[in-house]
């Protein structure tokens, strides 16, 4: 949440930031990068990702695309909330100064009590201002009645004691009026910081709202994407099941009726049977290879639009999980089979251990150097296999070399 504030009057607004937004899935990761390819410094990769296809290529570009856009909303939303806090600011003052006035004009009034009201006619008379001016006529009526001969009697000291009366009224009046000024500049001021909060609540509840209508809506995408796929795959398994039931069936009427006949023709009659199963299975495997390769590149369309049309700029967090395991990967998987995701990391290879993160399933996500050992060098992220091995034991295994590898497979939930 961001918080807009003014420190005079205490007023609050809040706004909601990213926290409101449900966080990128981290289930979707990238698939498997020969380790040739990944770098050891677990920064951005400076080679264009390995790209993806189907209905996992999908998924991934919609999550990459709601993540940018979350991030953008988030990052309009903290410039919406510093704009308002200093455009807030620069009423503080007015707002401050027109307080302090409506609390003295409460006083002159009686509004805050007897007590305060003699204290607040005490001040102003013995304020620098008015013993300024009372001096000032005081002196000016002396030096008249010097000027025609008079001396300092009961007739000059009812006059001086006019003046200062009137001259008490008329400045009394005079300040009011100023306060009356100041009060209102105050609730300007005060009215203007209401508005600039209340407009900003009003953008940051559009954003939130945008950002809501973007999760739905990739959420929605998503689950027609796999119900269509789903029903695909169904309706191609039932074809093709089918079809085996029809083509065993006229194998086995045409055997039976090979029984009949003589050793010549049930040798030749095996002879064509065979071809004719070989070129099945050609077409077979043709159909469902020209099948696949159509629906990947249908879904590959349906990820670059869901990739052009919700957000541009950072690339996903399934692609820099799949940067991030870094060079023990690689090394790990030419020992125990690279489709596993098999990563050295065993503690006793590492140094300079940090962590830097956390995973959905609860492990903890560090940055480490590779000690030398096994050829091992640079830097890298990971898991370390001991606390994996408390978890989740059976992505844990003990290499020929005696150190522990880590299926990242498993860890990380990667469907391969």
Do not use: C, H
Not at 117 to 127: H, I
Not at 234 to 247: E, F, K, Q
């Amino acid at each position: 949440m961001v918080a807009l504030t003014n420190p005079k009057f205490g007023m609050v607004s809040t706004l909601p930031v990213t926290s409101g937004m449900a966080p990128v899935r981290s289930d979707i990761q990238p698939t498997a990068v020969p380790s040739t390819q990944m770098a050891a410094t677990g920064a951005l990769p400076t080679q264009q990702p390995t790209q993806q296809y189907g209905l996992s290529g999908y998924e991934s570009a919609a999550q990459q695309g709601l993540g940018q856009a979350q991030g953008t909303l988030s990052n309009a939303i903290r410039m919406l909330a510093g704009v308002g806090n200093e455009a807030s600011g620069l009423f503080n003052q007015y707002a401050g100064t027109g307080n302090q006035a409506n609390q003295l004009q409460a006083a002159y009034s009686g509004a805050l009590g007897p007590q305060a009201q003699a204290q607040a006619f005490q001040n102003f008379q013995e304020s620098p201002a008015t013993q300024f001016l009372r001096e000032q006529g005081t002196q000016q009526a002396v030096n008249a009645a010097a000027a025609t001969g008079q001396n300092v009697g009961g007739n000059l000291l009812k006059e001086l004691s006019q003046f200062n009366q009137g001259l008490a009224s008329q400045d009394l009046n005079n300040q009011i009026s100023q306060l009356n000024t100041l009060s209102g500049q105050g609730m300007s001021a005060a009215g203007n910081q209401a508005n600039i909060m209340s407009a900003l609540a009003g953008q940051g509840a559009n954003l939130m709202s945008q950002g809501a209508g973007y999760q739905y809506g990739t959420g929605q995408n998503l689950a027609n994407t796999r119900l269509g796929v789903g029903q695909q795959l169904s309706s191609n398994i039932g074809n093709t099941t089918s079809g085996l039931a029809n083509l065993q069936n006229q194998q086995g009427t045409t055997l039976s009726d090979i029984l009949g006949g003589n050793a010549s023709a049930i040798a030749n009659l095996m002879s064509q049977t065979g071809s004719s199963l070989g070129g099945n299975q050609m077409n077979l495997a043709s159909i469902l290879a020209n099948l696949a390769t159509g629906q990947g590149s249908q879904l590959a369309g349906l990820q670059s639009q869901i990739g052009a049309s919700n957000a541009a700029g950072t690339t996903g967090q399934a692609s820099a999980i799949g940067n991030l395991l870094s060079t023990g990967l690689g090394a790990a998987g030419n020992a125990g089979g690279f489709a596993s995701l098999l990563g050295f990391s065993d503690r006793r290879l590492k140094k300079e251990i940090e962590k830097v993160g956390e995973l959905p399933n609860g492990l903890s996500w560090y940055k480490w150097k590779w000690n030398g050992l096994l050829g091992l060098t640079g830097a890298a992220y990971g898991v370390i296999a001991d606390e994996v091995k408390a978890a989740m034991p059976s992505a844990v295994i003990r290499q020929d070399n005696g150190f522990d590898a880590v299926n990242y497979g498993e860890v990380l939930n990667v469907q391969l």
